[in-house]
């Protein structure tokens, strides 16, 4: 009884895999050194793709949102033909949120940009990859500002399609 258990549960976990490798939709996570996201990307085509995040920004001392739209660069299926296909994506976008540490708070919003380099495994439909998404992080509040920390946004991306 065991047995055929476990083998139900492996033949549903294959076919759902199958069938997210077909679906256009993912989502994930990114830690970054400025943001931790969750993020769901719409994949338009093998080309190009959206990617919506929403997470803190800046450790604790924010809020954000984002919406970046990607092209996949260069895209290597026969370098580990048995385990993965890599890709090299870029794109641009924009992001708003909320902004409040010491005396300095408002709106947050401006320009991003992101350049990524990771894979996709062949058996489970799961993206790695390391990114960097720089924004000029505009602070509109009583003192404009810059905040620095929109530069410093290199992170880990791990999604998985559904």
Known sequence: MMKKLLTVCL?????????????????GVHFGGSTMDFEYQYHFSNRNFL???????????????QCVYNWNVCQWKDWTP?????KLWAGFGAGAGFYDHHDRDGFLCGPVGTV????????VPLTIGVD??????????????????GFRNVGVTLTYRF
């Not at 990524?116 to 058996?123: E, I, L």
């Not at 960097?132 to 920390?149: C, F, K, Q, T, W």
């Open 116 to 123: 990524g380099f990771g894979f996709t495994a062949k058996d």
């Open 51 to 65: 990617d919506v995040t929403a997470g803190v920004f800046d450790l604790d001392r924010g809020f954000m949102t």
């Open 82 to 86: 048995n385990f993965a296909s890599w």
């Open 132 to 149: 960097y998404r720089p924004m000029v992080a505009v602070l509109l509040g009583d003192d404009s500002d810059i905040i620095s920390a």
């Open 11 to 27: 033949l549903s976990l294959s076919a759902l895999s199958l069938a997210a490798q077909r679906t256009p939709h993912a989502v």
